[in-house]
C-alpha cells in the first residue's frame, strides 16, 4: 500500500477509534447521571408526598393525586409493610390495598438503611427507576419508567453520529491534504535515491519539506554531491592509474618482444634490460605509492609515536639522495636548530616525508642547492625543504597535494616521478596532527615546511576525494 493511502487510513482509523470511545464513555456516563438526576426529583416528590399523608388523609387519595403528577406509580406504605394506598397511570398497574410489599427498595427502608430526611433507597430494573423513603405515616414508593431518558439517550446517539460522520469527512478531507503535502517530498526521496541507485546524479529537482524530512533531503543532497565527488575521482584514478603504467608497460612489451624475436649484440641488449627494469621500477613505484596512499586514506594506519633524533633522521636522508644530487650538480645541505634535537613522530612515516620532499626537490631542482631545516616554535617541530628550482605557478598551489597532480606532466614523468608523493606526505603529516606550508616563487624555488605538533595530536584519516582543494589543511604562500 502506498504511503499516501496508508496515511489516510491511519488518519481515519484513529478518528473513528476516537470517535466511538468518546461516544461508548459519554453516553454511558450520561445515562447514569440522568437516571440519578431523575430519582433526586422522585425522592424530592415523594417528601412532598410524605407531608401530604397525613392522619385523616386518605392513602388511595393521595397516591391517586401524586401518581397524576409525576405520571408514574406511586405506592404508599405503612410501617407493618402493607400496601394502604398504591396508583399508576398504567391499567391494572396497581395492587391492591391490603398486599405485603415486597420491593427491595421497600425492604431496605424497613430495615433502617434508608431514611427518609436524606438517604432514600434507590434501585434502577426492568425499564424502571425505584425511590422508596420513610415519611411520617409509614414509606412512600415511587416509580417511574426510563422511556424519556431512553428517547434522550437515543437522540443524543444519533447527533454524535451525525457530528462523528461529519467530522469522519473533514477528517478525510484534511487527512487527503496531509498525505499529499506529507508523501510528495518522500516520494521525491525515494526518486531521487532510484536515480542515485542508477548512477544518475544530476537533474534531481530541489526537495523542499519541514523537519526530518527536511534534514533527510538535505542530506541525501548532500551524498549526491559526494557521490558525483567519488565518480569523478574514481573516473580521475582509473585514468590517471592507467596512464602510469600504460606507458612502461609498452615500453618492457617492447624491448622484450625485441629480445625474444630477435639477438640484439650484447650491448643493445644489455640497454634492452636497463630500459626494462627501470620501467618496471617505474610501475613498482606506482603501485607502492597507490598502496601507501589507499592504507593512509582509509583511517588503516595511525603513527606509533616514538622520541626521534631529528639530526639523525635528515643526514639519513641527505646521505641516501647525494648521489642523485650530485648527478644534476645540485649541493645539499641541513641547517639544525640546537634547540630541535629530537622531537615526537613516527619514525617510518617521518622518514618517508623528508624522502619525498627531498625527492621532489631534486627532480624540480636542475641547479643550486636544496636544504633542509629544523626549528622549534611554539606549535611543535618544523622541518622544512628549501629548493633553487623552477618554482610552481601560483594557479597550481591549491593542486599539487593532489593525486597524480603534476605541474609540468611530460617533464615530471621524464624525472621519473608517480604524482603521489606530495599526497603521501599531507597524510602522514596530517595523521600526526600537523600542517603543510610552501612557498613558493616561479623561476626563484620553492619551500615546504611540515609541522610536527609537540605532542602529537591523532586525526581522522582525510577521505580521498580526487580532486578536493586541500587550503584547508595546507597554508600556501607565494
Known sequence: MKLVYRLIVFSLGLVTILATVVTLLIVDKLYDRLARDRADDLARAARLVSLQWTVGADPVAVAGAASAAIGGRVTLIDKSGTIVGDASPARGGAKPVGAHAQRPEVATVISGEGDGSGNPAVVVEDDQIYVALRGGQGIVRMAVPTRSIKATMAGLRADVLTAGLFALGWALLFAVLFARHVSKPVIQLRDMAHRLARREFAGSPPIRAPGEVGELADSLFRLSDRLVALERARSDFIANVSHELCSPLTIVH???????????PPEARREFADAILSNATRMQRVIDDMLDLSRLESGGWVPRNLRLDVDELVEEALRSFRAAAAAKGVALSSRPDARTRSMEGDKTATRQIISNLLDNAIRHTSSGAITIESRSSSEGVWLTVADTGEGIPKEHLSHI??????????????HGGT?????IVKHLVDAHGGRVEVESRTGIGTAMSVLFPQPPVRRAATPATGTRQVSDIVAIRT
Open 254 to 264: 617492447g624491448f622484450a618482444a625485441t629480445l625474444a624475436r630477435n639477438d640484439p
Open 401 to 414: 597535494f593532489e593525486r597524480f597532480y603534476r605541474v609540468d606532466d611530460g617533464r615530471a614523468r621524464s
Open 419 to 423: 604524482g603521489l608523493g606530495l599526497a
